[in-house]
């Protein structure tokens, strides 16, 4: 490998492709990175060639087996492992975090006022869960989705605005890349079958639902009380439930509309009491 002794050090091709044959012959980071502090390379050009060309290799890799590109993503600031993030106008814990999927587990997102008023506004409005009809981009009774729900407009009121602002600050999204908050209710033996939130690029529906702010990119479901048993939100790919915890919520993305991303995950069917969440799908771009 050549490298660079006076600063300012610059990626060059010769770099990345150096990097990229060091992965295919099978030599693991640390001994990568090693190799190149080892031969002058300052440690942040270092780490910044080694993510950006792996990072671009892979996915060049995934575009050639066939899979559907990557999009950029709703992502909190997890930068110093932070134990709460500061949502504007609330502080938000951090309970979980994993990396592959994205998931995170918030504490404290919704006050237990805020949970009540969501329940409340949403009450007289509930009808039979309905979702989008993949076939032909319209909506349908989903026999996977046991729960009765319904839509708020975007802003439609102060509460509305104040959780929205909130979601937004906390995933670093706008605010208008939202839809309008779906609030679920499961009665004992109600459950929402294990499914991906995106829409699959296969179906003939999909196309006319992406006209509308392209694919969905990320999830918030945010627990509105807390079920006497079940209820949980599974991800079966990666065995783990997240318990449905008043004013919690859990936040996934997924960055490509494919099950490479692992986000499988479901509504576990409630076994006693009643379990009532609101949901916010995020989408690449301004829905309207
Ligand atoms: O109720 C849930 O936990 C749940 C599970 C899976 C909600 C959703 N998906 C959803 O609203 O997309
Ligand atoms: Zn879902």
């Known amino acids: 490998m050549t490298q660079a002794s006076s600063s300012p050090q610059t990626i060059t091709p010769a770099l990345r492709e150096w990097i990229v044959a060091q992965a295919e012959a099978g030599h693991d980071a640390p001994s990568v ?3 190149m502090l080892d031969s002058g390379w300052q440690e942040d ?3 910044q060639a080694m993510e950006t060309t792996l990072s671009d290799h892979l996915e060049a890799q995934a575009l050639q087996q066939g899979l559907p590109p ?3 993503v709703p992502e909190p600031d997890l930068d110093e492992s932070p134990l709460c993030i500061d949502a504007g106008d609330r502080e938000v814990s951090v309970l979980l ?3 592959q999927p994205r998931i995170v587990v918030f504490g404290n997102l919704l006050s237990e006022e805020e949970c009540e008023g969501l329940i409340a506004a949403a009450r007289p409005r509930m009808a039979r869960s ?5 076939q032909t981009g319209g909506e349908e009774v989903n026999p996977d989705r046991t729960s009765d729900g319904m839509f708020f407009g975007r802003g439609e009121s102060e509460l509305i605005q104040r959780i929205e602002a909130r979601i937004a600050r906390l995933v670093r999204w706008p605010v208008e890349n939202g839809e309008g908050l779906q609030v679920l209710n499961y009665q004992p033996g109600a459950e929402y079958k294990p499914h991906y939130d995106y829409f ?3 179906e003939p529906g ?3 639902i992406l006209r509308r702010g392209g694919q969905r990119v990320g999830t918030v479901v945010m627990y509105l009380n807390k079920p006497e048993k079940g209820g949980g939100t599974s991800f079966p790919d990666r065995h783990m439930e997240v318990a449905p915890q008043r004013g919690n919520a859990v936040f996934f993305s ?3 509309p494919h099950p490479s991303t692992g986000t499988l995950h479901g509504g576990a069917p409630v076994l006693a009491g009643e379990k009532w969440i609101a949901t916010k799908w995020l989408r690449e771009r301004e829905f309207n």
């Open 254 to 256: 997924y960055e490509r």
């Open 33 to 35: 990175l090693k190799a």
């Open 200 to 202: 699959d690029p296969q």
């Open 70 to 72: 990557r999009s950029a």
């Open 206 to 208: 999909t196309p006319t």
């Open 130 to 134: 309905r979702t989008v009809a993949t």
């Open 97 to 99: 975090v994993m990396a």
């Open 45 to 47: 050009v270092a780490i």
